[in-house]
């Protein structure tokens, strides 16, 4: 589990393991706007672990009170170039992930949206809770998008070894809109966590292997 900040991952981690899972966790200070802490990230895990099975890019931060240049650079950098460094990075270990071979290998997933969905946006009106100033997010989750189908792309040019997705986690209850519960939950329609959870397990159990390459979400994939 990488995290920007240490003390906030151990006690992620603290609280994971009294909720009784079974397996075990490390943490790593990851932050994805910043190349050298990426790059030590990933040393770390060749060095304790070898090799990744699922590289799971979550990383993302929502609206901001920035000013419109300012909060789209700073969005940019971390919703979209982040993933890309930290996928770029990461590679290698993906590449010795012991599912690696002919038809298989291991998952990359790139988490986005439906908000970056070109066709859903031309389609529909704002979701409700959609904030006035998302430009930012949305387009720098559709540029996400693109990236993920590049990687995939260059991916299966080379042979496979990494299966790439895009997933989109669905409306849920999380911090990215503030942490006030209003924000976390706005009107009280976010959705639990836990389903979109479930869905990265969908992903990496082999269940979703007919959609690589595509932003998929709990029901069905989003349209580009
Ligand atoms: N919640 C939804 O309804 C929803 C819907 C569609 C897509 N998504 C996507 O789901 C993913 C997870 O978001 P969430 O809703 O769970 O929001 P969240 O609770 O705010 O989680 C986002 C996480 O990203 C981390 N992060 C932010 N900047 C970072 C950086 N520079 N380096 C490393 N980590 C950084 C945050 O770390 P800190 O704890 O240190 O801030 C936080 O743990 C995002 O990609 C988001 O776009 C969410």
Redesign the pocket.
């Known amino acids: 589990m990488?995290?920007?900040?240490l003390d906030?991952a151990n006690a992620a981690k603290a609280e994971i393991e009294a909720a009784g899972i079974t397996g075990s966790i490390s943490t790593v200070q990851?932050?994805?706007?910043?190349d050298a802490?990426i790059e030590q990230a990933a040393a770390a895990v060749a060095q304790q672990f070898g090799r990744l099975d699922v590289l799971v890019?979550?990383?993302?931060?929502?609206v901001s009170d920035l000013d419109a240049r300012a909060r789209f650079l700073k969005t940019m950098?971390?919703?979209t170039f982040?993933p890309f460094q930290v996928a770029k990075a990461f590679r290698p270990l993906l590449l010795k992930s012991s599912t690696a071979g002919a038809g298989a290998g291991a998952y990359s997933i790139y988490?986005?949206?439906?908000?970056g969905s070109l066709a859903h946006t031309f389609e529909n009106p704002p979701h409700p809770n959609t904030p006035p100033d998302a430009e930012a997010?949305n387009a720098c989750?559709a540029a996400l998008n693109m990236y993920m189908l590049l990687d995939w792309r260059q991916s299966r040019q080379a042979g496979g070894g990494v299966r790439v997705f895009g997933m989109?986690?669905?409306?849920?209850?999380?911090?990215?809109?503030g942490p006030n519960e209003a924000a976390r939950n706005p009107g009280g329609a976010?959705?639990d966590?836990r389903e979109?959870g479930k869905l990265v397990l969908s992903i990496v159990q082999g269940q979703r292997d007919a959609d690589e390459g595509r932003v998929v979400r709990s029901e069905g994939t989003w349209p580009w």
């Open positions: 990488a995290c920007r900040f906030k990851l932050d994805v706007t910043d802490s890019n979550n990383a993302a931060m929502g950098e971390t919703n982040g988490v986005t949206s439906g908000q997010y989750k989109c986690p669905g409306f849920v209850v999380s911090n990215l809109r976010a959705q966590p979109s």
